[in-house]
Every structure is written in structure tokens, then in C-alpha cells.
Nanobody
Framework: QLQLVESGGGLVQPGGSLRLSCEASAFTLAYYGIAWFRQAPGKEREGVSCLSSSGGSTNYADSVKGRFTISRDNAKNTVYLQMNNLQPEDTAVYRC?????????????????WGQGTQVTVSS
């Protein structure tokens, strides 16, 4: 069964860090672009970051630039989102998505596969 599974979420204090993982099963993640999205209660889904299948192109939301880093480990069939200097406004459910999409407008592209999400809560 083709699926993406996120992990690494949790409760962290402001200024703290988390690393989210997105692991694929039954398909090779290296052939796909990967994007991270988040959705906070009462808010629309927001694109966070994107990494092209080649790894040569990335894109970040302005709100996370300089704090978040997306990367992939093809040997582990996993994509990561390193999140540093987390703030309360980063609190949301984070989901990864995979597809044959460019990163230039990843926020509006249709993605083929989605994970269920992992909760990130930033609070003191």
C-alpha cells in the first residue's frame, strides 16, 4: 500500500527545535518532489516548504525562511523538515505530500500522495 507516514511532532517551547520525518512505503520517494504543508485550527492549509525530486530546487514560505530546512535521505526513503527557533505561530498539523510537481508553485499544485499528519505544538 502506497503511503507516507510523518513522525517527529510534539510539544516544544518557543525557540526550540524539532525534526519532522516523512517516510514512504511501497514507492520510491527519490522519484518525487516533496512538499510540507501545515494547517492550524481555524486556518487554511499553508505551504511550508518544497524539495524537487532532483534535490536541486527548494522553496520556503516567507514565514519559515531561515528557520526551516527541507532535505531528503534517499537511502532511507525519507524526507525531513528541520525546524529551528520554533514560535507559537508554527503550531499546526504538519503533513507531507509527494508528486511530480515543480516547487515554483507547489502551494497550488495537486499532490498525488499525502501523509496523515503530525501535530506540532509550540508553547511555554
Amino acid at each position: 500500500q502506497l503511503q507516507l507516514v510523518e513522525s517527529g511532532g510534539g510539544l516544544v517551547q518557543p525557540g526550540g527545535s524539532l525534526r519532522l520525518s516523512c517516510e514512504a512505503s511501497a514507492f520510491t520517494l527519490a522519484y518525487y518532489g516533496i512538499a510540507w504543508f501545515r494547517q492550524a485550527p481555524g486556518k487554511e492549509r499553508e505551504g511550508v516548504s518544497c524539495l524537487s525530486s532532483s534535490g536541486g530546487s527548494t522553496n520556503y514560505a516567507d514565514s519559515v525562511k531561515g528557520r526551516f530546512t527541507i532535505s531528503r535521505d534517499n537511502a532511507k526513503n525519507t524526507v525531513y523538515l528541520q525546524m529551528n527557533n520554533l514560535q507559537p505561530e508554527d503550531t499546526a498539523v504538519y503533513r507531507c505530500a509527494a508528486g511530480d510537481n515543480p516547487c515554483s508553485d507547489y502551494e497550488v499544485q495537486p499532490w498525488d500522495y499525502w501523509g496523515q499528519g503530525t501535530q506540532v505544538t509550540v508553547s511555554s
